[in-house]
C-alpha cells in the first residue's frame, strides 16, 4: 500500500483517499443478494422454456410451409401437364383460315 502511495506520488497521480477507497470497496456480491443464484436460475429456466416453446411454434410454422410449398409444386406439375395436353389438343384442331377455306368450299359446292 506505501509502495503504491509512493508510486503514485511520485508519478505525479495522486488520488484522495475516498477515491482510493471507493476502489477497494466494490462488492460484487451486492447485486447478488437481491438475484440469489436460485432465484436466477429459475428466471433463467422460464426465459428457456419460452425459448424452447418459441422454436416448437417455429418450426411447426416452417413444417406446414414447407407441406404447402409441396402441394403447391404439385398443383403446378399438374397444371403444366394439363397445359401440354391442352396445346396438344389444340393443335389438333384445324386453323381459322383452314375452316375458313373449307366453308368456301362447301359454299361453292352448294352454289351460292
Known amino acids: 500500500m506505501k509502495k503504491l502511495s509512493a508510486i503514485l506520488i511520485s508519478s505525479g497521480m495522486l488520488l484522495s483517499a475516498s477515491a482510493?477507497?471507493?476502489v477497494c470497496d466494490?462488492?460484487?456480491?451486492a447485486e447478488s443478494?437481491?438475484?440469489t443464484l436460485p432465484a436466477r436460475y429459475q428466471k433463467l429456466k422460464k426465459e428457456n422454456?419460452?425459448?424452447k416453446s418459441a422454436l416448437n411454434k417455429c418450426m411447426?410454422?416452417?413444417e406446414a410451409i414447407r407441406?404447402?410449398?409441396?402441394?403447391l409444386e404439385s398443383q403446378l406439375a399438374n397444371l403444366e401437364r394439363e397445359r401440354a395436353q391442352l396445346t396438344n389438343k389444340l393443335e389438333s384442331y384445324p386453323s381459322k383460315w383452314e375452316?375458313?377455306?373449307?366453308?368456301?368450299?362447301?359454299e361453292e359446292?352448294?352454289?351460292?
Open 99 to 106: 375452316l375458313l377455306m373449307k366453308i368456301r368450299e362447301l
Open 20 to 22: 482510493y477507497a471507493g
Open 26 to 29: 466494490i462488492k460484487p456480491e
Open 33 to 35: 443478494k437481491t438475484d
Open 60 to 62: 411447426k410454422e416452417k
Open 49 to 51: 422454456e419460452a425459448l
Open 109 to 112: 359446292k352448294l352454289g351460292r
Open 67 to 71: 407441406k404447402e410449398i409441396s402441394s
